[in-house]
Structures are given as structure tokens and as C-alpha cells.
């Protein structure tokens, strides 16, 4: 069996992962706090013999009242945090959605690396960077093309300082940097 290699895209997927199973975690308590018992006899107890306690119907209010709180903080903190997970995960996977579509029926044309820009974006103490590219035209019109976050300098093993772009043949700003694939890591291998 072969070893899927790794990307040289930055990916967020993880982040909207662990959101949603964190929010699913808070609202979970909230909920359970719903069926705490309530009977009488939870609030009243026997110290040597004397029964202690408070009356039944104002320790019912309070614990209404706090399982309302319970259920306010802990369910909407949840829902907050499953929502940012849900559209993180969400756009990740729009993203590849789109990206294949592109691959399928978009044009593709090889761009020339011109360097490397900074993202506003830090990952283990050090600055993401992306590639820009470009692509001159026929008519001399010169395209410029920037990829997702990279996790690491993809430029050593690229054939020639080249890189795959797809497409929307009816509108160019849609497009895809297909890093992976222009260093043998996707659907084509590049041989060195």
C-alpha cells in the first residue's frame, strides 16, 4: 500500500473539526443539565437525626433558573462553536469541490513562479507564504496568479519554476494554483 505524500497547501480542515466535536461538548452539558432530578427529596438531608433543607418550592425555582442559565451558556456557547466549525469545514470543502470542478472542465495553462508573497497568516512561529505566478498571453497581457497558503517552499521541485493553473474559461479570476500536482503529488507525476 502507498503512502499518501503530503501537501504543500496549508490546510484548515482540522480547526473546523475540532470546533464542531468542542460545540457538540458544551451543548451536551447544557442539555443534560435538563434532566438533573428534581424530586424533594434531592434538597433535603439528615444531619444527626434533624431534617435540613430548604422549602421545596423555592429550591425548585432556583433550579429552574439554573437550568435555564446552564442551558443559555453552555448551549449557546455550543452552537457558537459548532456554527464557526460548520463554516469552516463548509468553506474547506466548497473549496475542493470547487477546485476538482476546475481541474474537470476548466483550461489549464502553465505559469511562470515569480516569487513568493506573505500572508497575514503564522503557523509554528513563521510567516505563510503563497506563490505568485504569471502568465503571459498572445497579446502580451500578463495574468497574475496566487496560490492557496503553502505549508512549506514547494519551489525546489518544481519542473523548470512552472506550475499548473485551472480555469473558468468564462471568467479568468476563478482559478487554481495546482501546486501539488505540478510537483507529481496529484493526478500527473513530473519526472525531474
Partial sequence: MMKKQRSFLQSFTWVGVMLLVMGGIFAAVGIITQFAPTAPESFTMVVNGV??????????????MARLIYLLTFGLMGLTLMLTGAI???????????E??????????????????????RSNYQQIMRLRCAYTDEKGTTYIFKSRMLRSDPEPFLPNGMVNIYYDRNDMSRYFVDVDGSVGLGDKVVEL
Fill in 51 to 64: 431534617q435540613a433543607g430548604v422549602q421545596a418550592s423555592a429550591a425548585a425555582a432556583s433550579l429552574q
Fill in 88 to 98: 469552516i469545514f463548509g468553506c474547506g470543502k466548497m473549496r475542493r469541490l470547487r
Fill in 100 to 121: 476538482q470542478r476546475l481541474k474537470q472542465e476548466g483550461d489549464c495553462l502553465a505559469a511562470r513562479v515569480v516569487g513568493q508573497e506573505r500572508t497575514g497568516a
